[in-house]
């Protein structure tokens, strides 16, 4: 097998990222706009907040605690059979959904189901693009996840205007079938062998490795604090609003205001992320901080003109902390480790995703209203933002940023000892 020296940083990469693009799209673009179907299952099935948000809280934790197995799989066959599949879940758990008589069946068809397909989609997808760059890593990863962005402002509307039209049922039939567009996705996925691949071992000796990796463990507990508060807007929003007497389609309008701040944010920081010297976890943490608190002051806007800057500001911070969070990984572990460092930390983070929108639901329903929901919400991300101050070289501006593996293979083609910094325990 051929081995290319380095990320070609372009070429079949940039086919990559468009394949990224629409499957960051068609899961989180799908994910973020569910809270337009939130109010309806409250109605339909006369079940309290808290017991309806494990729906999409499910969803959420089995794709990121399965990441690993999309991990494995990926490495063992390459990620395109692994992504062609995880479209066919995806598809066929709406599927199902769309007959659900229960909150049980909508919690192993969408939350389940789905979410196995999305585990299968987008951590080999992303560790493929990050293997595919290098200079402009952050950048292809900032393109590639503004299909979240896009998305979230047309599906929010469009399920609106769906469910008005045809019921949530009919709706969902539509979601299913919006979802099998990622199985041709999948195929565009060509796999990449890099020089450094063969250093660092097979996929046990690189998790005995991660899990020994101090500042690995450490950025995947703030990226997990930071999941927790992450999406309650989300989830959360529509209900908020309605609460505070909004028509339901203005509500869901909102949304795609986020949306476009959203595009906007990852862009932008893609571009910085690339452009800005120093380690990119400083740009994170930046982010992470800003979001926390735009997330704190939503219980304190009630005029429609205040929940609309406080919207679009949440959705640039949010939108842009989303490609450097992502682009801190290889910057820890290298792009030998990728995948299976992607797949460690989303499945970690799961915790974050299977409790946030239950607590924020459970908020609701001791208080009355949303307020402590965004409150708490904004206190897990300020608290993740505290923990990404300590990863190695933060408040060291004189250092480069060298990744990991670059090291290692410059240390094998040389014979220089290596530096322990950074590359051993901590």
């Known amino acids: 097998m051929a081995y290319r ?52 809280s499910i969803g959420i934790a089995v794709q990121q605690f399965g990441s690993p197995v999309g991990s494995a799989l990926s490495t063992k066959f390459c990620p395109r059979p692994a992504v062609m599949t995880g479209g066919i879940l995806t598809a066929l758990g709406m599927l199902l959904a769309s007959f659900a008589t229960s909150l049980t069946h909508l919690y192993l068809s969408i939350g389940l189901l789905s979410g196995s397909g999305w585990a299968l989609t987008f951590t080999p997808t992303l560790a493929c693009l990050s293997r595919y760059f290098s200079r402009r890593r952050s950048l292809a990863i900032g393109l590639a996840l503004t299909g979240v962005g896009l998305s979230s402002f047309a599906f929010a509307p469009l399920f609106q205007w769906l469910i008005n039209h045809y019921a949530w049922r009919g709706a969902l039939l539509l979601v299913s079938a919006l979802s099998l567009h990622l199985v041709a996705c999948g195929a565009l996925l060509r796999p990449l062998s890099l020089a450094e691949d063969p250093v660092v071992g097979g996929p046990g000796a690189q998790i005995t490795s991660l899990l020994r990796h101090g500042p690995f463990l450490r950025y995947t507990v703030a990226l997990t604090l930071i999941t927790t508060g992450y999406f309650i807007p989300y989830v959360h929003l529509v209900a908020h609003l309605r609460d505070l007497g909004w028509d339901p389609l203005p509500a869901a309008f909102l949304l795609s205001v986020a949306a476009i701040s959203d595009l906007v944010g990852r862009v932008a920081s893609g571009w910085l992320g690339d452009a800005v010297p120093g380690p990119v976890a400083r740009l994170l943490m930046l982010w992470t901080t800003l979001t926390g608190v735009i997330l704190a002051l939503y219980p304190v806007a009630e005029a429609p003109t205040g929940l609309v800057a406080l919207t679009m500001a949440y959705g640039f911070t949010s939108g842009a902390l989303t490609p450097v969070a992502f682009s801190v990984l290889p910057e820890l572990v290298g792009t030998g480790k990728i995948y299976c460092g992607l797949g460690l930390v989303q499945m970690v983070e799961s915790i974050g995703g299977l409790l946030g929108a239950p607590l924020s639901g459970y908020l609701r329903d001791v208080t009355g209203n949303y307020t402590a929901s965004f409150v708490v919400a904004g206190a897990f991300l300020l608290a993740g933002s505290g923990v990404l101050i300590t990863l190695p070289h933060f408040f060291c501006f004189s250092a480069p940023t060298s990744k990991p593996q670059d090291l290692v293979t410059e240390a094998l083609d040389t014979k220089v000892p290596l530096p322990e910094e950074g590359l051993g325990e901590d």
């Open 5 to 56: 020296a380095e990320p070609p940083d372009g070429g079949w990469g940039w086919m990559v990222v468009v394949s990224a693009f629409f499957q960051s799209a068609l899961v989180f673009g799908v994910l973020r706009s569910f809270g337009v179907f939130f109010v309806e299952f409250v109605a339909a099935f006369e079940e309290p907040a808290a017991r309806v948000s494990w729906t999409a």
